[in-house]
Every structure is written in C-alpha cells, then in structure tokens.
C-alpha cells in the first residue's frame, strides 16, 4: 500500500519564518498554534420550545498529526461535535479556531472552501452514489470543485487505499469494507490535512473494521490528522488518544502511551 505524506495547507515546522509568522505553507500566520481549539464551545437545537444542549462546554486541542478517538454512547454529542469540527455546523456559543482562524461565525459559503481545502469526511454508511463507478465516486469532489483534471487523482486515491484494481466496480459490486475504502479514497482526494471519520466501522464486520482502521492509522502515520468518531472500544485501543463524551460534555481525555496493532 503506498500512502503519500503531502501535507498541503500545513504549517512547515522547519520553516519558522520571521517573528514566528510562517512564510511558505502557512495558511493562517501563527506557527505554534494548535490544527483544532474549541473553546467553550456550545450547541444548543430548539424544536419548537424543546431545547436539547448537544454540546456543553467543550473544550478540546487537537495538534498538526494526532490521531483521536471520540468515544460516547448514542445520543453524547459526538455527530454534533465532528460536525462543528469539520465546519458542516457552528457553534451557537463558543469559539472553534482552526488553524488559527476563528471560524465559529463564517457563513456557509466561506465555510464550504474551508471544507474543501481542509477536510475530508469519511461516514459509517459510505454515502458512495449507487449507479456510480468506484473511480467516478472518488473524483465527485473535484466535479464539485470544478477541477477538470479528475482521473489522474482519482486513480492516485485509490491506489493509496489499496484499490487499484476495482476502479470500474460499482458499489454494490464491492464489499462493505472495499466500499468504505473508496469512501475514504474520496475524503482524500482533496488532500485534506484533516481526516474526520463517524462511525466509519459501524456497518462492517470485525476483518473489515480492523482493515479500515489500519489504513486510518497509516494514513496518520503519513502526516494525516485524524479524528475517528466510535463506540466501538475496539477503535479506542488503537487510538493514542481517547476523548470521551456524556450528555454533550468531554468526560475524559487520555494519551495512552503507544497504539495497539491491528492485524486485518
Ligand atoms: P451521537 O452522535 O453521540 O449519537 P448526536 O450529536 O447525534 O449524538 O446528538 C446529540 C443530541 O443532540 C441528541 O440528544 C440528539 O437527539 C440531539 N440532536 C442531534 N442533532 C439534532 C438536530 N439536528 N436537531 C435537534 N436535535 C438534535
Ligand atoms: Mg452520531
């Protein structure tokens, strides 16, 4: 399997620039800031005169290159946080600075360029379009973006998750596991330094879940920050570190000295 470590849009450590400020590689200026600040943050959903507080004070710093696992039964808040961390959703109070720039107030528009230069999102159900190629699945982001240069990358994609030879499949003419990875091949194909994952394992099998978390993690390996959203303790035993959520706040957040292997 061959992972490339390009890190575009991340700050250069070699390169300090002057006063701290980086020159080449910088996207927002500062350098010593952390990829992921959350500060306070709060989300609160009105239906009518119901008020559910999905999110509650949360605090959290990711670094350029981490790999974290955020854990929480069902309804904790965990959608709700990767959601504000890939820039779907906005705090109602609180700040979210990524890379340095605030990004809690941006509108939807501005917010959808960070997305696409930034992020890539991997879900627990694929969200691959049935009647679609494998290939042609990987290059949708870039038919979006409107780059007209699409099959070269989108092959460099599914290389990279080991699916070279599945280009003209069609979903359901690939496994769950072959599936996810052509979902995860399209997060990548915008080289995003930031990997946010939900449940990417929730629909599959024990074989095909150690699969995908060990391309998670080689792609961490590769310089790649991820963040995967679980229930599965399994998924926090490869983590270096676990955050876990209860009723919308982070209960623990712990570093655990080295990540378990998985064997597919
Ligand atoms: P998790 O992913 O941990 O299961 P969620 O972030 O999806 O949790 O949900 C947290 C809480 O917010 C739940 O009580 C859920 O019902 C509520 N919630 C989530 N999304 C919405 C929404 N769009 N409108 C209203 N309530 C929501
Ligand atoms: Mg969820």
Request: some cysteine.
């Amino acid at each position: 399997m061959q992972l490339t470590a390009v890190r575009r849009g991340l700050r250069d450590p070699n390169d300090t620039g002057v006063n701290g400020v980086c020159q080449k590689g910088s996207v927002t200026g500062v350098w010593g800031a952390s990829m992921i600040q959350l500060e306070d943050v709060t989300k609160v959903y009105r239906m009518g005169k119901v008020e559910v507080r999905a999110l509650e004070s949360v605090d959290l710093t990711i670094d350029d290159g981490e790999l974290v696992a955020i854990m929480g039964p069902s309804g904790s808040g965990k959608t709700t946080l990767m959601n504000i961390l890939g820039c779907l959703d906005v705090p109602t109070s609180g700040r979210y600075l990524l890379d340095g720039t605030d990004v809690s107030r941006l509108s939807d528009n501005r917010l959808a360029k960070i997305r696409s230069r930034k992020i890539g999102f991997v879900f627990q159900s694929f969200n691959l379009v049935a009647r679609t190629n494998a290939v042609r699945n990987v290059e949708l982001p870039l038919v979006y973006a409107g780059v007209r240069a699409r099959r070269n990358p989108a092959r460099v994609a599914l290389e990279q998750v080991g699916l070279a030879d599945r280009q003209k499949h069609l979903p359901n003419e690939l496994s769950g596991g072959q599936q996810q990875r052509v979902a995860i091949a399209r997060a990548l194909i915008n080289d995003p330094a930031l990997l946010l994952a939900d449940e990417p394992t929730g629909n599959l099998d024990t074989a095909a879940s150690a699969e995908i978390l060990k391309l998670l993690g080689a792609l961490n390996d590769a310089g790649r920050t991820v963040v995967i959203i679980t229930h599965e303790e399994e998924v926090s035993r490869f983590a270096r570190r676990v955050v876990r959520m209860r009723d919308g706040r982070i209960v623990s957040d712990q570093v655990q000295r080295s990540r378990t292997e998985v064997t597919a």
